[in-house]
Protein backbone atom coordinates (compact mmCIF):
# COMPACT_ATOMS: atom_id res chain seq x y z
CA UNK A 1 0.00 0.00 0.00
CA UNK A 2 1.01 3.89 -0.49
CA UNK A 3 -0.26 6.81 0.87
CA UNK A 4 -0.14 10.10 0.94
CA UNK A 5 0.63 11.94 4.50
CA UNK A 6 -1.23 15.30 4.65
CA UNK A 7 -0.47 17.83 7.07
CA UNK A 8 -2.96 21.07 7.81
CA UNK A 9 -0.45 24.08 9.04
CA UNK A 10 -0.65 27.19 11.09
CA UNK A 11 2.10 29.83 12.20
CA UNK A 12 3.90 26.58 13.70
CA UNK A 13 7.36 26.48 11.87
CA UNK A 14 8.89 24.63 14.81
CA UNK A 15 6.16 21.88 15.34
CA UNK A 16 6.38 21.17 11.09
CA UNK A 17 10.08 20.89 11.50
CA UNK A 18 9.49 18.16 14.75
CA UNK A 19 7.05 16.22 12.92
CA UNK A 20 9.23 15.67 9.81
CA UNK A 21 12.38 14.65 11.65
CA UNK A 22 10.05 11.78 12.34
CA UNK A 23 8.75 10.82 9.71
CA UNK A 24 12.48 10.76 8.41
CA UNK A 25 13.08 7.41 11.03
CA UNK A 26 10.22 5.91 9.33
CA UNK A 27 11.09 1.77 8.84
CA UNK A 28 8.80 1.56 5.99
CA UNK A 29 8.53 4.84 3.10
CA UNK A 30 5.52 4.35 1.37
CA UNK A 31 4.46 7.65 1.59
CA UNK A 32 5.19 11.08 0.53
CA UNK A 33 4.35 14.31 2.17
CA UNK A 34 1.70 16.97 1.58
CA UNK A 35 2.18 20.04 3.86
CA UNK A 36 -0.67 22.56 3.19
CA UNK A 37 -0.50 26.18 4.77
CA UNK A 38 -3.55 27.67 5.53
CA UNK A 39 -2.63 31.62 5.01
CA UNK A 40 0.05 31.57 7.96
CA UNK A 41 2.22 34.38 8.83
CA UNK A 42 5.26 32.31 10.02
CA UNK A 43 5.98 30.66 7.02
CA UNK A 44 7.85 26.80 7.16
CA UNK A 45 9.26 27.30 3.25
CA UNK A 46 12.32 26.98 4.69
CA UNK A 47 11.59 24.01 6.98
CA UNK A 48 10.69 22.07 4.02
CA UNK A 49 13.29 22.57 1.81
CA UNK A 50 15.94 20.69 4.62
CA UNK A 51 13.79 17.88 3.75
CA UNK A 52 13.02 17.93 0.36
CA UNK A 53 16.06 15.45 0.31
CA UNK A 54 14.70 13.39 2.85
CA UNK A 55 11.08 12.88 1.73
CA UNK A 56 8.86 13.12 -0.97
CA UNK A 57 7.62 16.16 -0.01
CA UNK A 58 5.09 19.06 -1.58
CA UNK A 59 4.52 21.95 0.64
CA UNK A 60 1.49 24.47 -0.68
CA UNK A 61 -0.02 28.00 0.49
CA UNK A 62 -3.52 28.58 0.21
CA UNK A 63 -6.01 31.73 2.36
CA UNK A 64 -6.89 30.40 5.72
CA UNK A 65 -10.66 28.51 5.94
CA UNK A 66 -9.80 26.29 8.60
CA UNK A 67 -8.32 22.71 9.05
CA UNK A 68 -11.15 21.02 7.65
CA UNK A 69 -10.60 22.29 4.14
CA UNK A 70 -7.39 22.61 4.49
CA UNK A 71 -6.83 18.74 4.82
CA UNK A 72 -9.27 18.55 1.78
CA UNK A 73 -6.77 20.82 -0.16
CA UNK A 74 -4.49 18.18 -0.03
CA UNK A 75 -6.10 15.35 -0.84
CA UNK A 76 -7.51 16.56 -4.12
CA UNK A 77 -3.93 16.98 -5.28
CA UNK A 78 -2.74 13.65 -3.40
CA UNK A 79 -2.35 10.76 -6.35
CA UNK A 80 -2.43 8.01 -3.78
CA UNK A 81 -5.50 5.81 -3.14
CA UNK A 82 -5.29 5.92 1.11
CA UNK A 83 -4.80 9.29 2.82
CA UNK A 84 -3.00 9.91 6.62
CA UNK A 85 -3.78 12.73 8.76
CA UNK A 86 -1.75 14.33 11.25
CA UNK A 87 -2.04 17.27 13.14
CA UNK A 88 1.42 19.45 12.87
CA UNK A 89 2.24 19.05 16.84
CA UNK A 90 2.42 15.14 16.33
CA UNK A 91 5.94 13.33 16.22
CA UNK A 92 5.35 9.96 15.08
CA UNK A 93 7.00 6.56 16.34
CA UNK A 94 9.50 5.22 13.82
CA UNK A 95 7.36 1.67 13.23
CA UNK A 96 4.06 4.05 12.57
CA UNK A 97 3.82 3.39 8.65
CA UNK A 98 5.11 0.06 9.11
CA UNK A 99 2.14 -1.22 11.54
CA UNK A 100 -0.42 0.96 9.30
CA UNK A 101 0.88 -0.85 6.41
CA UNK A 102 0.42 -4.84 8.21
CA UNK A 103 -2.83 -3.87 9.42
CA UNK A 104 -4.69 -2.39 6.50
CA UNK A 105 -3.42 -5.56 4.73
CA UNK A 106 -4.32 -8.08 6.93
CA UNK A 107 -7.60 -6.69 7.66
CA UNK A 108 -8.19 -3.87 5.49
CA UNK A 109 -11.01 -0.72 6.50
CA UNK A 110 -11.72 2.81 4.47
CA UNK A 111 -11.01 4.15 7.66
CA UNK A 112 -8.77 4.00 10.86
CA UNK A 113 -7.58 6.13 13.86
CA UNK A 114 -5.20 5.44 16.11
CA UNK A 115 -4.46 7.01 20.25
CA UNK A 116 -1.94 9.40 21.15
CA UNK A 117 0.45 9.03 23.89
CA UNK A 118 3.32 11.56 26.01
CA UNK A 119 6.76 11.43 25.24
CA UNK A 120 9.75 11.55 28.04
CA UNK A 121 11.08 14.51 26.43
CA UNK A 122 7.57 16.61 27.04
CA UNK A 123 7.10 19.08 29.33
CA UNK A 124 5.11 18.55 32.86
CA UNK A 125 2.42 20.49 31.48
CA UNK A 126 1.94 18.72 28.48
CA UNK A 127 2.18 15.20 30.15
CA UNK A 128 -0.47 16.60 32.12
CA UNK A 129 -2.73 18.07 29.31
CA UNK A 130 -1.63 14.30 27.24
CA UNK A 131 -2.98 12.77 30.64
CA UNK A 132 -6.20 14.35 30.96
CA UNK A 133 -7.33 13.98 27.45
CA UNK A 134 -6.27 10.06 27.42
CA UNK A 135 -7.30 9.10 30.89
CA UNK A 136 -10.34 7.26 31.53
CA UNK A 137 -11.13 9.33 34.69
CA UNK A 138 -11.64 12.37 32.36
CA UNK A 139 -12.41 10.93 29.22
CA UNK A 140 -14.32 7.89 30.04
CA UNK A 141 -12.07 6.04 27.15
CA UNK A 142 -13.72 8.14 24.15
CA UNK A 143 -10.83 9.77 23.27
CA UNK A 144 -8.10 7.32 24.01
CA UNK A 145 -7.33 3.86 22.89
CA UNK A 146 -11.17 2.61 23.93
CA UNK A 147 -13.15 0.80 21.13
CA UNK A 148 -15.64 -0.62 23.22
CA UNK A 149 -17.26 2.87 23.29
CA UNK A 150 -19.71 2.91 20.58
CA UNK A 151 -18.46 2.66 17.09
CA UNK A 152 -14.82 3.96 16.54
CA UNK A 153 -14.36 7.50 15.99
CA UNK A 154 -11.06 8.37 14.76
CA UNK A 155 -9.73 12.50 15.59
CA UNK A 156 -7.80 14.20 12.96
CA UNK A 157 -4.16 14.25 14.80
CA UNK A 158 -4.30 10.38 13.75
CA UNK A 159 -6.63 9.81 11.05
CA UNK A 160 -6.37 7.80 7.86
CA UNK A 161 -9.37 7.12 5.32
CA UNK A 162 -9.34 5.99 1.70
CA UNK A 163 -9.69 8.02 -1.66
CA UNK A 164 -12.89 6.42 -1.99
CA UNK A 165 -14.07 7.75 1.33
CA UNK A 166 -12.93 11.52 0.49
CA UNK A 167 -15.21 11.03 -3.05
CA UNK A 168 -17.99 9.86 -1.90
CA UNK A 169 -18.27 12.31 1.50
CA UNK A 170 -16.52 15.15 -0.25
CA UNK A 171 -13.95 15.55 2.47
CA UNK A 172 -14.06 17.39 5.93
CA UNK A 173 -16.51 20.40 6.31
CA UNK A 174 -15.95 23.96 6.81
CA UNK A 175 -16.60 23.40 10.31
CA UNK A 176 -13.69 24.82 12.25
CA UNK A 177 -14.13 22.82 15.08
CA UNK A 178 -15.31 19.55 15.56
CA UNK A 179 -14.73 18.79 11.62
CA UNK A 180 -13.23 15.69 12.66
CA UNK A 181 -15.42 14.28 14.30
CA UNK A 182 -18.51 15.03 11.77
CA UNK A 183 -16.37 13.19 8.95
CA UNK A 184 -16.08 10.22 11.27
CA UNK A 185 -19.94 10.80 11.30
CA UNK A 186 -19.90 10.93 7.95
CA UNK A 187 -17.82 8.07 6.78
CA UNK A 188 -20.03 5.67 8.93
CA UNK A 189 -23.35 7.27 7.81
CA UNK A 190 -21.93 6.55 4.20
CA UNK A 191 -21.68 2.64 5.07
CA UNK A 192 -17.85 2.89 5.42
CA UNK A 193 -16.06 0.96 8.50
CA UNK A 194 -13.56 2.07 10.94
CA UNK A 195 -11.49 0.47 12.74
CA UNK A 196 -8.67 1.49 15.78
CA UNK A 197 -5.25 0.40 15.60
CA UNK A 198 -4.03 0.82 19.08
CA UNK A 199 -0.44 -0.03 18.48
CA UNK A 200 -0.54 3.16 15.78
CA UNK A 201 0.21 5.68 18.54
CA UNK A 202 1.34 9.41 17.74
CA UNK A 203 2.81 11.50 20.28
CA UNK A 204 1.14 14.46 20.67
CA UNK A 205 2.46 17.52 21.98
CA UNK A 206 -1.03 19.90 22.42
CA UNK A 207 -1.13 23.18 23.79
CA UNK A 208 1.64 24.15 25.47
CA UNK A 209 -0.48 26.05 28.80
CA UNK A 210 -3.72 25.42 30.33
CA UNK A 211 -4.87 28.68 28.49
CA UNK A 212 -4.60 27.44 25.39
CA UNK A 213 -5.41 24.42 26.25
CA UNK A 214 -9.25 25.91 27.77
CA UNK A 215 -9.62 27.50 24.34
CA UNK A 216 -9.25 24.03 22.69
CA UNK A 217 -11.95 21.67 24.80
CA UNK A 218 -14.07 25.31 25.31
CA UNK A 219 -14.61 24.92 21.31
CA UNK A 220 -14.84 20.99 21.58
CA UNK A 221 -17.64 21.44 23.85
CA UNK A 222 -19.22 24.20 21.59
CA UNK A 223 -18.48 21.74 18.91
CA UNK A 224 -20.76 18.89 20.41
CA UNK A 225 -23.90 20.95 20.01
CA UNK A 226 -22.83 21.75 16.44
CA UNK A 227 -22.59 18.13 15.34
CA UNK A 228 -25.77 17.52 17.24
CA UNK A 229 -27.42 19.75 15.13
CA UNK A 230 -25.94 17.91 11.89
CA UNK A 231 -26.09 14.30 13.10
CA UNK A 232 -29.25 14.20 15.54
CA UNK A 233 -28.15 10.32 16.65
CA UNK A 234 -24.64 11.54 17.67
CA UNK A 235 -25.22 13.19 21.06
CA UNK A 236 -24.95 10.61 23.95
CA UNK A 237 -25.46 10.96 27.61
CA UNK A 238 -21.74 10.72 28.72
CA UNK A 239 -21.66 14.27 26.56
CA UNK A 240 -23.29 15.80 29.48
CA UNK A 241 -20.77 14.77 31.99
CA UNK A 242 -18.54 17.35 31.83
CA UNK A 243 -21.60 19.97 32.41
CA UNK A 244 -22.70 17.68 35.03
CA UNK A 245 -19.68 17.91 36.67
CA UNK A 246 -19.34 21.68 36.24
CA UNK A 247 -22.56 22.32 37.80
CA UNK A 248 -22.22 19.91 40.39
CA UNK A 249 -18.27 21.84 41.04
CA UNK A 250 -20.30 25.03 41.54
CA UNK A 251 -23.09 23.48 43.66
CA UNK A 252 -20.74 22.14 46.08
CA UNK A 253 -18.92 24.67 46.80
CA UNK A 254 -21.81 27.07 47.17
CA UNK A 255 -23.45 24.55 49.58
CA UNK A 256 -19.81 24.21 51.65
CA UNK A 257 -19.69 28.37 52.11
CA UNK A 258 -23.09 28.99 52.96
CA UNK A 259 -23.22 25.73 55.52
CA UNK A 260 -19.94 26.92 56.89
CA UNK A 261 -21.54 30.28 57.92
CA UNK A 262 -24.80 28.64 59.34
CA UNK A 263 -22.85 26.61 61.13
CA UNK A 264 -19.48 29.17 61.60
CA UNK A 265 -17.27 25.90 61.20
CA UNK A 266 -15.59 25.20 58.60
CA UNK A 267 -16.15 21.32 59.46
CA UNK A 268 -19.81 21.08 57.78
CA UNK A 269 -18.45 23.04 54.47
CA UNK A 270 -15.02 20.55 54.11
CA UNK A 271 -17.66 17.07 54.39
CA UNK A 272 -19.72 18.93 51.43
CA UNK A 273 -16.49 19.18 49.41
CA UNK A 274 -15.14 15.89 50.12
CA UNK A 275 -16.10 14.30 47.00
CA UNK A 276 -14.12 16.92 45.14
CA UNK A 277 -11.00 16.15 47.61
CA UNK A 278 -11.67 12.39 46.72
CA UNK A 279 -11.88 13.20 42.96
CA UNK A 280 -8.75 15.14 43.17
CA UNK A 281 -6.82 12.57 44.97
CA UNK A 282 -7.80 9.50 42.73
CA UNK A 283 -6.40 11.89 40.01
CA UNK A 284 -3.05 12.62 41.49
CA UNK A 285 -2.57 8.99 42.29
CA UNK A 286 -3.35 7.60 39.25
CA UNK A 287 -1.48 10.53 37.41
CA UNK A 288 1.49 9.69 39.72
CA UNK A 289 1.62 6.16 38.82
CA UNK A 290 2.14 6.67 35.23
CA UNK A 291 4.41 10.14 35.47
CA UNK A 292 5.87 12.13 38.60
CA UNK A 293 4.28 13.35 41.76
CA UNK A 294 4.85 17.20 39.71
CA UNK A 295 2.62 16.03 36.76
CA UNK A 296 0.61 14.38 39.40
CA UNK A 297 -0.71 17.69 41.15
CA UNK A 298 -0.53 19.31 37.25
CA UNK A 299 -2.93 16.75 36.30
CA UNK A 300 -5.51 17.92 38.51
CA UNK A 301 -5.28 21.30 36.89
CA UNK A 302 -5.39 20.03 33.77
CA UNK A 303 -8.53 17.67 34.34
CA UNK A 304 -10.56 20.74 35.89
CA UNK A 305 -9.62 22.81 33.07
CA UNK A 306 -10.75 19.93 30.56
CA UNK A 307 -14.04 19.22 32.02
CA UNK A 308 -15.20 22.82 33.29
CA UNK A 309 -13.81 24.03 29.37
CA UNK A 310 -15.86 21.43 27.82
CA UNK A 311 -18.54 21.72 30.38
CA UNK A 312 -18.53 25.33 30.13
CA UNK A 313 -18.55 25.68 25.92
CA UNK A 314 -21.38 22.85 25.72
CA UNK A 315 -23.31 24.60 28.08
CA UNK A 316 -23.15 27.81 25.71
CA UNK A 317 -23.47 26.66 22.61
CA UNK A 318 -26.56 24.18 24.25
CA UNK A 319 -28.02 28.01 24.97
CA UNK A 320 -27.67 29.69 21.85
CA UNK A 321 -27.73 26.73 19.78
CA UNK A 322 -30.56 24.68 21.19
CA UNK A 323 -32.64 27.08 23.51
CA UNK A 324 -32.29 30.47 21.34
CA UNK A 325 -32.07 28.86 18.43
CA UNK A 326 -28.77 30.98 16.75
CA UNK A 327 -28.18 28.10 14.44
CA UNK A 328 -24.10 26.94 14.85
CA UNK A 329 -22.14 28.49 18.19
CA UNK A 330 -18.83 28.86 18.17
CA UNK A 331 -16.60 29.98 21.06
CA UNK A 332 -12.50 31.18 20.61
CA UNK A 333 -11.81 31.35 17.35
CA UNK A 334 -9.65 34.39 16.37
CA UNK A 335 -8.10 34.35 18.66
CA UNK A 336 -7.77 30.74 19.74
CA UNK A 337 -4.03 29.93 18.56
CA UNK A 338 -2.74 33.19 21.03
Do not use: W
Request: with cysteine; glycine share 8%; charged share 20%.
Amino acid sequence: MNFSIIIPLYNRPQEISELLESLTKQTVKNFDVIVVEDGSQEKSNEIIKKYSNKLDIKYYQKENSGPGTTRNFGAKLSSKDYFIFFDSDCIIPEKYMEIVTQRLENNYTDCYGGPDAAMDSFSDIQKAISYSMTSVISTGGIRGANEKAGKFHPRSFNMGFSKEVFQKTGGYSKMRFGEDIDMTLRILENGFKTQLIKEAFVYHKRRTDFKKFFRQVFNSGCARINLYLRHKNSLKAVHFLPSCFLLGNVFLIIAAIVLSLIFKSLIPGIICISPLILFCLIVLADSMRKNSLKVGFLSISAVYTQLFGYGSGFLKAVLFGLILKKGDTSGFTKNFYK
